[in-house]
């Protein structure tokens, strides 16, 4: 496997960086990385990471959920449980902004994009994995930039954008595919949550080496405001805590009981929601973007 250093912050252009965590990949490889913090706005990365090109093969796991179908054990159960209710809840959230069409970038299976398309939206999608070998009935591109030149009401990039690895040129791409009025929704894991700060290295969430990128509420606002476009609002994903922390006790391995690493990971992801009812640091975030 070939690594590159990241060697400029994608948001400031700093040049120096101290270690943030060592962490390992649970998924795939057993591997471990370096999560680096930028020393001047304070955003992480993982450097050294994997090539683009050859990326892909830390995805090539049955642990690898959000590219399945079917469970396999109880996380993935809980997983498949969780999103088959969210549908619903992301529908609604972009259902106002929506007037005929939606691009969906990094739509794995298609689940949501089959979800809307029966509620009578035209739907696109972009997928680079061979997932989207599995989506029928839809338009799916490879890249953003196979996508024809036309205007989407909406764009969605669900836990989407901490994989992609030119930042500000895919922000550009997604402005130029947006209509006038259009709104674009971008949810991203929030390393700042307490329980991101409660698992340390063991956070479910950095997902090294598939996740590069690692943004707090005012990274994302930053990158957003240095491409042009403004945050109109910040929605909370407040199931993601009790997921993330399940999935993080695991990582952990404290019990061999599964059913005390369940309690524990419960009691962090709701603690962690509580906590975030007074500062805003949710698990995960969403950002409604407009021009």
């Keep these: ?21 060592t962490c390992k990949d649970y998924t795939s490889s057993g591997e471990t990385f370096q999560v680096l913090q930028c020393k001047s706005c304070s955003f992480a990365l993982t450097s050294p990471r994997p090539i683009e090109s050859e990326s892909g093969k830390y995805y ?10 079917t469970a396999t054990s109880a996380f993935d159960r809980i997983y498949l449980a969780a999103r088959s209710f969210t549908l619903n809840w992301k529908y609604n959230l972009i259902r106002p902004y929506t007037r005929g069409s939606l691009l969906d970038v990094g739509c794995g299976t298609g689940a949501f994009l089959h979800y809307c398309q029966k509620k009578g939206i035209h739907v696109t999608g972009v997928e680079p994995s061979d ?13 953003l930039k196979e ?7 909406v764009i969605t990039l669900w836990h989407v954008l901490e994989h992609i690895y030119p930042l500000h040129e895919t922000i550009h791409h997604l402005t130029r595919h947006l209509a006038e009025n259009g ?9 700042l949550s307490l329980d991101a700060k409660t ?4 956070w479910a969430a950095w997902d090294v080496p598939r996740h590069i990128w690692h943004f707090s509420e005012e990274n994302m ?7 042009g476009l403004q945050v109109k609002e910040i929605i909370p994903m407040k199931l993601d805590a009790l997921y993330v922390s399940l999935l993080s006790e ?22 962690s929601n509580l906590s975030a009812r007074k500062n805003g640091q949710y698990s995960s975030l969403i950002y409604r973007i407009t021009r």
């Design 1 to 21: 496997m070939i690594l590159e250093e990241v060697n400029s912050c994608p948001i400031c252009q700093g040049k120096q960086f101290t270690t943030l965590h």
């Design 199 to 202: 698992y340390a290295n063991t």
């Design 60 to 69: 090539q796991s049955r642990q690898y959920i959000s590219h399945q179908t």
């Design 147 to 153: 996508v024809p030149a036309q205007p989407f009401t």
């Design 221 to 227: 606002k930053d990158l957003i405001h240095r491409c």
């Design 250 to 271: 695991r990582y952990l391995g404290r019990s061999k009981t599964p059913a005390f690493r369940a309690i524990r990971g419960m009691y962090q992801g709701l603690r």
């Design 131 to 143: 997932a989207r070998l599995s989506i029928s009935g839809i338009t799916t591109y490879k890249t």
């Design 183 to 191: 709104t674009i929704f971008i949810a991203v894991p929030n390393r």
